[in-house]
C-alpha cells in the first residue's frame, strides 16, 4: 500500500522553525522526485521546494534561504527544514512524490504560525 505521511507541523511563533517530515512506504521513494506543497485557506495549493530523483532542487522565491528541503531515500523519507517562519508561512503542508505521470500525495501537516 502506497503511503505519504507528513509530520512535524504545528502552532509556532513568527521567527521560529519547524522541520516537517515525510515517510514513505509502498514504493521506492528514491527512484520519485519529491516535493512538498501547501495550501493556505482560500488558495490553491503551491510548490514550496522541490528536490528530484537526480538531486536538483529548487524553491519558490518566497522561502528561499529560510527553508532547505532535503531526503534520506535510505529511509524512505523526505524533509523540510524551516526558519524564520512568517504568518504568510501558515498553511497546510503536504509531501508528493512524481515519477511522470504517477503521482502520489499525503493528507498534509498544519503548519500555523502565529503570535
Known amino acids: 500500500q502506497v503511503q505519504l505521511v507528513e509530520s512535524g507541523g504545528g502552532l509556532v511563533q513568527p521567527g521560529g522553525s519547524l522541520r516537517l517530515s515525510c515517510a514513505a512506504s509502498?514504493?521506492?521513494?528514491?527512484?520519485?522526485?519529491m516535493g512538498w506543497y501547501r495550501q493556505a485557506p482560500g488558495k490553491e495549493r503551491e510548490l514550496v521546494a522541490r528536490?528530484?530523483?537526480?538531486?536538483?532542487?529548487d524553491y519558490r522565491n518566497s522561502v528561499k534561504g529560510r527553508f532547505t528541503i532535503s531526503r534520506d531515500n535510505a529511509k524512505n523519507t523526505g524533509y523540510l527544514q524551516m526558519n524564520s517562519l512568517n504568518p504568510e508561512d501558515t498553511a497546510v503542508y503536504y509531501c508528493?512524490?512524481?515519477?511522470?505521470?504517477?503521482?502520489?500525495w499525503g493528507k498534509g501537516t498544519l503548519v500555523t504560525v502565529s503570535p
Open positions: 509502498g514504493f521506492t521513494f528514491g527512484d520519485y522526485d
Open positions: 528536490f528530484t530523483r537526480f538531486s536538483l532542487i
Open positions: 508528493n512524490a512524481q515519477l511522470g505521470a504517477i503521482q502520489y
